[in-house]
């Protein structure tokens, strides 16, 4: 029952971790229809960003929001420089657009960083972990599940009061009637990016913690998995993108957990399969976007 | 301006006869990508070998060295492609990345040409076996580490044992070797667990090994870098207080900066600095030329490799011919290398070197020994 309820908390961060990083994707898709892979990138910088704090010698709690803004300031400036241009293009454009803008940055990491993992100094306090009765849990697992709850909670007074965010609200459910009742589109869509990349940069500094290390590829599994989450939830919906990460880090702890050791190899085609299988009764996912299918896709 | 030219043109010509005098070698190496921790530092050493060669006049006084590069990003299908180009360059000699995978997707190339390829660090002993005459390894094997490893473990008297591997890559695998050693000295397996390469949490098999009562003595695994900081973390954060064995692919800046945590691992690799060592003096010839100590063991693997081939050329009377090449390498005994003595003489072209155990302690690397292990504890190579 212990290691039932520990593998549960060891879930439950993975999958807020998840969450975040699908939500990310799902706060620019629901209102540009792009799915932007270069989300991963922002991690990297975020990550690059702890390390660069960390040999200068600078505090772990000031480095922290240091790197949240790295990510948001970069998302930002992806935006204008490289999805401003193919606002209005397809799908396809937009979605080969973040492939290049993925790969630019990766190749820049290499030449200007390095080609190997550098190593990200972390409190010693991360590594510890607390013991409630029989159960053994981590620092950062509790880190991580405080950060998603707290950025789930943000999200939401944020989406529901705060005027931008009911604006992006509205651009989600149809731009161009939004535009037309006076919303101003940059506004809108850099704020998106904003929020996608402190989501970027919480995520990051969660997923850093666990690694004590970055390196120029490291954003590529996190936006496959936030991909992947994201899908499983239902594209374009925020309620949709936490579930959804959530299940996902639920099926890959549980499956690591309970599964036979006879069977875990194949670990992650059953994970896979388990999320191909919701997909057949749900095609359009969990909690579909309610305007998926009308005006998108 | 004409004449200038002529004139150039015809030093150039009596000039020609001397710098025909040139061992091309083509190196097909990881620079960027999942290999890059190993290929990268190996390039250093590799370029600081050539340049010390070069200085003194190059192999045996007449041979200059001259490195041909690619990249292959790590990715086995631009492996094969690079050795091809550089076949077409007509280089004497081929280096292939540092994992058996990409090494072998090289293989049909480099044995249709019959150029010998010598790979920067893989250490799966299956390589030479399956890449037949033309494929030497640079590093000592997988089974030979896990031997080493297993024997001081048990010696130590650590009697219950649990790995984690991976399937991914070949050397991911050599805790398949250590549980062979170890039960064939007596210890006990509690189990095993299995990870993809890359895998961002571990906390699931670290809450299953902290589970276990009593706790294994020892976890052993050969995850490395970003794998390793993550699974070492998460055991500590788990409760796990068994001894950490891993082998030479966190012998890395990422496995001591990681603190307390990283206190007390032991891991197997190819060499140790050991006052008035080979390795001593290759170190600080490496910190003048880079202005900074190497970070890790593969710099110093990657002189040796330069060395082996220079070996190699003079043992073939200094020809600059493939197959002499491979010749002459296949019989060189006890090359002086940055990390020890090389022999591949009676091997299949996985070389006999030595294998250090280091504990990390202080953030640095202490000696624990340079033990050779029995030959008949060593496990035969194991094809997936």
Known sequence: MDLFVQQTVNALALGGTYALLALGLAVVFSIMGLINFAHGELMTISGYTLMYCGIAGVPFVISVPLAILAAMVAAVAMERIAFRPVRGGSGATMLITSFAVAMILQVLFQNLISARSQAVMLPPLLSESLRIGNVIIGVNKIAAIVATVLMLVFLDRFMNRQKTGIAMRAAAEDFAIARLMGIRANTVIAGAFAISGLLAGVAAVLWVSQRASVDPLMGFTPVLKAFIAAILGGLGSLRGAVAGGFLLGFIEVYLAAFLPQELQEFRDPIGLGIVVLILLFRPNGMIPSRVLGSVKV | ?384
């Open chain 2, 1 to 384: 301006m004409k004449k200038l030219i002529l004139t150039s043109a015809i030093v150039a010509a009596f000039a020609a006869p001397v710098a025909a005098e040139t061992l091309t070698i083509g190196t097909a190496t990881a620079q960027t990508g999942s290999l890059a921790y190993a290929d990268a530092p190996t390039m250093q050493g590799m370029k600081l070998a050539v340049d010390e060669i070069n200085e003194a006049g190059g192999i045996g006084g007449t041979i200059k060295i001259e490195l041909l590069e690619k990249d292959v990003r790590s990715d086995p299908a631009q492996t094969s492609i690079a050795a091809q180009e550089l076949v077409d360059a007509g280089v004497s000699v081929i280096v292939l990345p540092g994992d058996s995978d990409p090494s072998l997707a090289a293989i049909g190339v480099v044995s249709s040409a019959e150029i010998p390829a010598i790979s920067t660090v893989a250490s799966s002993p299956t390589l030479p076996e399956i890449g037949g005459d033309y494929m030497f390894s640079n590093f000592p094997g997988d089974n030979v580490q896990a031997a080493v490893s297993a024997k001081w473990a048990y010696d130590e008297g650590f009697r219950t044992a649990w790995i984690v591997y991976s399937l991914d890559t070949q050397y991911t695998t050599m805790p398949l070797y250590f549980r062979d050693v170890f039960e064939k000295l007596g210890g006990e397996m509690l189990g095993e667990s299995t990870n993809t390469i890359g895998q961002q949490d571990f906390s699931a098999i670290a809450t299953t090994i902290a589970a276990q009562d009593p706790q294994p003595d020892v976890v052993m695994t050969s995850a490395y870098e970003p794998d390793f900081p993550s699974l070492l973390r998460a055991l500590r954060a788990a409760g796990v207080t068994s001894q950490i064995i891993g082998s030479d692919g966190i012998d890395s800046p990422t496995t001591f900066s990681l603190g307390d945590v990283g206190e007390g691992v032991v891991f197997t690799t190819a060499g140790f600095a050991t006052e008035g060592s080979a390795l001593e003096s290759f170190d600080k010839a490496f910190e003048a030329k880079y202005g900074s100590a190497p970070e890790t063991i593969y710099s110093a693997v990657g002189y040796d490799l330069i060395k082996v081939i220079e070996a190699a050329v003079i043992a073939a009377d200094g020809s600059t011919d493939p197959k002499a090449i491979q010749q002459a390498m296949a019989n060189l005994e006890n090359v002086q290398g940055a990390t020890g003595l090389i022999t591949y003489k009676g091997t299949n072209g996985m070389p006999i070197r030595q294998v250090s155990l280091i504990r990390v302690k202080d953030g640095g690397r202490e000696l624990v020994g340079q033990p050779t292990p029995d030959a008949d504890l060593i496990p035969a190579p194991r094809m997936q």
